[in-house]
């Protein structure tokens, strides 16, 4: 089973790859990469993968580095077809999302989504796919929907709910040991 997070942005910067781990690196104790092939452009669909590095805790042991990632893909989006408002139906859909309380007019200027797809039960992969997902949110000055807990979450909120989120994935896979993936070069 996997969690899917979508990020919803009026515009994409050329890209946001540097800013984006300069800022994941600066999240916790650990050091990410992200393979030099991706390139963040509409179009983008598959497997994102990232080096984590977890450093020694001690000085006679080395840093260890990990392979990691998730799936990602960056597409144009489409309000009216989205939300299916070009149907028969459309009024009767408008008047549901206006009862809501939904607003039409942030949400006509996106004009692209990021959508990052993970397992949750990977501690690497849920720790950074929420961080990501929190500083591309912010980074994209978008919203970020859980389509599991039917949330929007909104750029000044972001991180306070990855936070949780990150703890949540924490203790509910404590028990769980993790898989370890050494990193063994890009492929």
Known sequence: MSYDLNIFAADLPPNPIPDWIKRLN????MTYEINPAVAFDVGLSGF???KVTVPGRWPW???KAYMSGFEM???AFDFASYFDLN???ADVKKNQLTAEGFDFNL???FKFQVLISFKPC???EAELAFLSAAILTQDLNGICNDPQTRQDVRRD???DRATKQIEQQQTATKTEKPIPHPFEGWR
């Open 26 to 29: 600066t999240c916790d104790h």
């Open 48 to 50: 994102c993968p990232m």
């Open 61 to 63: 042991t080395p840093d």
């Open 73 to 75: 893909s960056v597409q």
């Open 87 to 89: 149907s028969h139906d």
């Open 107 to 109: 949400w006509e200027t």
């Open 122 to 124: 990977n501690k690497f």
């Open 157 to 159: 909120e972001v991180f």
